[in-house]
């Protein structure tokens, strides 16, 4: 079989190199353009025309599946950009601002108060009102 490389003067037909490079010449004695230093083989008349309805058949049935993919990916997109808005609107919700260990946690400075019997209860409070109560029971 004929190579002919790109940038000579070749017949008409339908040529195609090794990378994946197809290029037609449509009169005869034009240059074939194409990769530089690329070798090209010509397809022969009927080899083409045994090729047109199964690239038909490709472009027939490939087409749809790419505009259906095209549609589903842009409504995942639509519904990932909605969940995704969802959550960081109410993300503040999932964080924790309050620790029970520092809400129970005594300080070191009320145990000495404690101790000496100083402590300082401030007047009017829940825990004067406990702290006479026992006062009375004892």
Known sequence: MTTYRSGNHVPYGLYAAKPLDIRFVGAEGEVLNGKEGARYIRFPAIVTLAMLPIMGLTFYVAF??????????????????????????????????????????????????????TSEIPTGSVHQEKQTNREKLS
Do not use: C
């Not at 959550?87 to 108060?113: C, E, G, I, Q, V």
């Open 64 to 117: 749809p599946l790419i505009v259906i993919g095209f549609v589903l990916l842009t409504f995942a997109k639509i519904a990932s950009r909605a969940v995704n808005e969802v959550f960081s609107r109410n993300a503040h919700l999932t964080t924790m601002r309050w620790n029970p260990m520092t809400a129970y946690m005594k300080n070191p400075d009320s145990t000495k108060k404690e101790k000496d019997g």
